[in-house]
């Protein structure tokens, strides 16, 4: 008999169904796994082992082969472990096949057979919805985060002895204590206010027609003016989430591997990357699982760039694609990985590398060469694309 079930390969913001097989042959005791698996998840053999044994199941003594379909498609992480456990445990009769072919498996196995909660869990229980899937089994600390997606039935187990018993097994329940993720604060006001900004008129005046008509802002300023305090202050005059935006974000929240709680967030994000960023730090990237990057957190918000110039300028120009299309694409040679890029752009410069020119009780002390050269360092195509630029 062969035991079938299914799960899901993320690729950026979009999933592939990967239907899992599991064959056991009478053949030399052994454990297989075929369909371009990486490192993360060829390791699952002996996690998958391990859980199956401390669960109170006895693995068969003969060659278990597991196919992950399609197989040219790349499978990356240790999601895929309960879709295989089950999938064993199927072949060898402890489960009903036919349970366990109506559902969908999500979660990494421990060696003691309980459930660890996986990153990317929202935008796989999407992909699941649009494939046509009803049910969806997740591990207990990922349940919340499964349930935010309308329409689906979400099944949360603490360990796969759980799982089993849910698909027909005639073992005894055995509690246990579940992992769980991080609690997540509930509130989404961060108390910051325009109103705290005092004088500064034209800076106000920009922020609110950048707020209004969803421009992006360049301030250039000596340290102290505000510019900060200014940028900090665009999310709370951005109108709430609709709830596909905010479902959008949560998902790239849960790719990045931040904690989401168990309701959508309804407020703009607000990302701030540090100048010492990389271009896959800002944009997404990585090799092997494409992670999103600091751009793509900040979807249907405002990223921030404190001292631009110390940007590298490679790093700065990534943005403007994503700036002109709304929309980060991460070229692989085996793959494209899509995220969305629809943000505010507030960049906040010095005026010089000293700080001071045009300051009012300080002098500057840089050249008229060592200025030009500074503010160089963001490009003219990438300025062409701010609407706003305001010296505070």
Known sequence: ??????????????????????????????FVLIGLPDAALGEA?????????????DLPHHKVTINLSPAALPKHGSGFDLGIAVAVLAASGEVSAESIDRVL?????????????????LPAVLAAHRAGFETVMVPTGNSDEAALV???????????????????????????????????STSDDDGLDLADV???????EAMLVAAAGGHHVFLLGPPGAGKTMLAARLPGLLPELSPEHALEVSSVRSLSGLPVGATLSTRPPFEAPHHNSSSAALVG????????GAAARAAHGVLFLDEAPE?????????????????ISIHRANAVAHFPGSFQLVMA???CPCGQSGARDSECTCTPFNRRRYLARISGPLLDRIDIQLRV
């Open 1 to 30: 008999m062969i035991g079938r079930t299914h799960s899901v390969s993320l690729l950026g913001m979009h999933g592939a169904v990967v239907e899992i097989e599991a064959d056991i042959s009478a053949q030399l005791p052994g």
């Open 45 to 57: 053999k002996d996690r998958v082992r391990a859980a199956i044994a401390n669960a109170g199941f």
């Open 105 to 121: 498996h999500l979660g990494e196995l421990g060696l003691d057979g309980r459930l660890r909660p996986i990153t990317g869990v």
């Open 150 to 184: 309308p329409g689906v039935r979400v099944v949360g187990v603490a360990s796969l002895r759980d799982a089993a018993i849910w698909h027909g097994s005639e073992a005894d329940p055995e509690p246990v204590e579940p992992i769980l993720r991080a609690a997540v």
């Open 198 to 204: 005092i004088g500064n008129e034209d800076a106000i």
């Open 285 to 292: 990237g990585g090799s092997g699982l494409i992670r999103p």
């Open 311 to 327: 940007f590298p300028s490679a790093v700065l120009d990534a943005l403007r694609q994503p700036l002109e299309s709304g929309v």
């Open 349 to 351: 410069a010095n005026p």
